[in-house]
């Protein structure tokens, strides 16, 4: 019997039409940006049904493995293989839901989620690509002919044209073999970039500030030192002036305070004030604002040119905004705000508009800081950052006065006042208004997470309206006066950063309220050019990771001896805390009235002690020893003695342990030379981190 090979040839005739009409640019697109997902912290989360099933996994599969390049795993997850989540999601919610709640599980803003549908019209996908857009993640579909409506609810789909359900599947694994050799060849080119850069660099040897191999099985916090994460803050600029005096009086004719001297400082205000302390953390920071053609206006451009921050200028109709504060004593005294009326945004035009949706388009993150005056609520602008946060995490910080947030914000973060206004609820300032507040702006604005800010209080992140929320509280120095100007800027800019480098929102807030805290903690807004006693940037002579820890270590004893008070302090690894540790510290704190302790950071305690050393890790150190009654700040430092550190605090008391006793201290000298002087504590016996570490080994 002969073979009928018509159908075979009718086969063949329909997948050889359909794979010349693939959308191969599109194609070769997605294969560079799933390159990008090992580098960015980001993953991919595939679905489809049946046959699609199988095709998703064997997208994952060569992602988490490898193509035929070798190169690091690629995050990527099937979200129907995992059996035990899709019958019990189905069986509680439906099966419309199965992939929907993954997604609302899994993704975060500016990962990729991409369905696979022959026919387009699955419920199920259809529920994904609405859950993905709602928390910001990019979405994208393999589907059959279009128009179908899985494609139209996406932002990118590859539409195969073919009547037979498999030959769009044949078309659908072609493509994703091409996504796959995309991503290779942009692997390899990156590689190769890499290789030609470092052999055109004269070799160095390493710094010692540099940071260690992470352990295995430990992950090393996110962003790495030296990360750059490209950041886009869009909003209303204006310029901020500071007026230091004196109050010694009160008018003889009204009930009003007389300032007198003092001087007066300028800095960039609103959204550029966001832009700087980004700017100053590290990060290639761009502002998209709108200035005005003035002296004020080319005063802020060049403040802003000086911070390195790039600026593209939507034009104001108008003067440019001046707010000053009249502040003495370490308070605000009254704020003048020159310019209450808001002049029309826009006047650059599309060029300016253009240029503006670019480096949106480009950036790894999105901090929208309203000040009420009408940048965001440009109707052009605001279709752009609509896109924008399909793309990058969007954080919006939001203002009474201002626009509501765009679709697809990542978080909100209004402070709790803020928060009241927006949702029209009474005052109150309990945790359970604040989170009361919280549910408020998420009904209003949803479907959003909320991180509302509660001033010294920390932060409440509420991930939805029906759900409890995380309550990250903050450690407050009583006693202390600090300017908290630019907090909220602050929080909200490394909450963006947190994000943009793959962190989860409650991690991200966690980060951000202990930042945000360390700022104020520093002097606020002074702390952007704080000074060592050698003239030197703290940041640069001390390294990124440790200027904040010694610019609030500063604050305080400076604070201390400013009542007449006795600054104490204290040096040392502190490895693994034990009595003696204890004992010490707390004898210390009885010789003054504030103690800190100067802490070796990770590297100093490797290049003394060896590479085992330290066991714990100086973050974990420093949170066990701020723990104790009798410290009131830790200090980080990176050199192997802790002279910088001296010289900074200019400590009346520098103590030692009993174990120094008739011992010439090496510190003793610059103490002295500070106008300080040494004492030795009474020695503890029997404790010794060695000791305990060596025992431990051995047992």
């Known amino acids: 019997m002969t073979p009928d090979t018509s159908t075979s040839a009718d086969y063949l005739e329909q997948l050889t039409a359909a794979l010349p009409e693939l959308d191969l640019p599109r ?79 899994h993704a975060r803003p500016g990962d990729i989620v991409l369905l696979m549908s022959g026919s387009g019209r699955s419920a199920n ?64 080119a990156k590689d190769d970039t890499a290789t030609d850069t470092a052999a055109s660099t004269p070799a160095v040897p390493p710094s010692s500030s540099a940071p260690s ?11 790495a030192r030296g ?3 490209n950041l886009v803050v869009v909003g209303d600029a204006f310029l901020d002036r500071d007026h230091l005096g004196r109050v010694e009086r009160v008018a003889s004719d009204e009930p009003a305070l007389v300032v007198t001297g003092g001087t007066t400082h300028m800095r960039p205000g609103g959204a550029a004030l966001a832009a700087v302390l980004s700017a100053a953390q590290g990060h290639p920071v761009t502002l998209v604002t709108a200035l005005g053609q003035d002296p004020v206006g080319d005063q802020l451009r060049t403040l802003l040119d000086e911070a390195g921050v790039k600026v593209v200028d939507l034009g104001l109709d108008g003067p440019t ?36 949706r670019g480096v949106l388009m480009a950036a790894g993150g999105v901090l929208v800081s309203d000040y009420g005056r009408g940048v965001t609520a440009h109707a052009g602008l605001r279709a752009v950052l609509a896109e924008a946060a399909r793309r990058s995490p969007l954080v919006w910080d939001p203002h009474p006065r201002g626009a509501a947030p765009v679709p697809h914000t990542a978080v909100v973060t209004p402070n709790n006042r803020e928060a009241r206004v927006i949702a029209s609820l009474a005052s109150g300032d309990t945790l359970s208004d604040d989170v009361e507040a919280a549910r408020a702006v998420a009904r209003t604005w949803g479907p959003v997470q909320v991180a509302l800010t509660r001033h010294e209080h920390g932060a409440v992140l509420l991930a939805d309206a029906d759900l409890p929320p995380l309550v990250i509280p903050t450690k407050v120095a009583a006693g202390r006066k600090t300017d908290p100007c630019g907090a909220g800027d602050f929080f909200a800019g490394h909450l963006t950063t947190m994000l943009a480098c793959g962190q989860l929102p409650s ?21 952007l050019n704080h000074p060592s006693d050698d003239g030197s940037p703290l940041a640069e002579t001390l390294g990124p ?8 270590a500063i604050e305080l004893a400076g604070a201390v001896r400013s009542r007449g008070g006795t600054v104490v302090a204290a040096g040392g690894c502190f490895d693994l805390l034990h009595a003696g540790h204890v004992r010490l510290l707390e004898q210390a704190r009885q010789l003054g009235d504030c103690l800190i302790v100067c802490l070796n950071s990770d590297d100093s305690i490797s290049r003394l002690k060896g ?17 104790l009654a009798s410290v009131d700040a830790v200090l980080v430092f990176d050199e192997d003695t802790p002279e910088a550190a001296i010289r900074a605090l200019r400590p009346a008391i520098w103590v030692k342990g009993g174990d120094y006793a008739g011992m010439e201290i090496p510190e003793d000298k610059l103490v002295r030379s500070l106008g300080g002087r040494t004492v030795v504590v009474p020695f503890v016996a029997g404790w010794s981190t060695s000791s305990l570490i060596e025992s431990a080994r051995t047992q």
């Open 321 to 356: 905004a001046v707010k000053t504060r009249i502040r003495a004593a370490g308070r605000t005294l009254m704020m003048l705000d020159e310019h209450d009326v808001c002049p029309p945004v826009g006047q650059e035009g599309e060029a300016a508009l253009a240029t503006a």
């Open 27 to 105: 194609v070769a697109n997605w294969g560079t940006k799933l390159a990008q997902l090992g580098t960015n912290g980001r993953r991919l989360l595939v679905a489809g049904n049946g046959g699609s099933a199988a095709q998703a996994q064997h997208l994952t599969a060569e992602l988490v493995g490898r193509f035929q390049t070798e190169r690091p795993p690629i995050s990527a997850l099937s979200l129907h293989a995992e059996t035990s989540s899709v019958t019990a999601i189905s069986n509680d919610y439906g099966y419309e839901q199965v992939f929907a709640r993954q997604v609302r599980a």
């Open 611 to 627: 590479s085992s050393r330290p066991i714990v890790p100086a973050a974990q150190r420093a949170l066990v020893l701020e723990a």
């Open 545 to 552: 990771d440790t200027a904040a820890s010694m610019q609030g």
């Open 125 to 188: 996908l259809l529920r994904a690509a609405e859950a993905a857009r709602e928390v910001g993640a990019v979405t994208w579909a393999l589907t059959g002919p279009a128009p179908n409506p899985l494609a139209t609810l996406v932002d990118e789909a590859v539409a195969v044209k073919a009547k037979a359900l498999s030959t769009v599947q044949e078309c659908h694994l072609v493509a994703i073999h091409l996504m796959c050799a995309a991503m290779d060849a942009a692997v390899t």
């Open 507 to 527: 991690e991200a807030v966690t980060s951000a309220v202990e930042a945000a805290s360390a700022y104020v903690a520093a002097g606020g807004p002074t702390s």
């Open 227 to 229: 990360d750059r994460t």
């Open 213 to 223: 191999p992470t352990p295995a099985g430990e992950r090393r916090p996110t962003p």
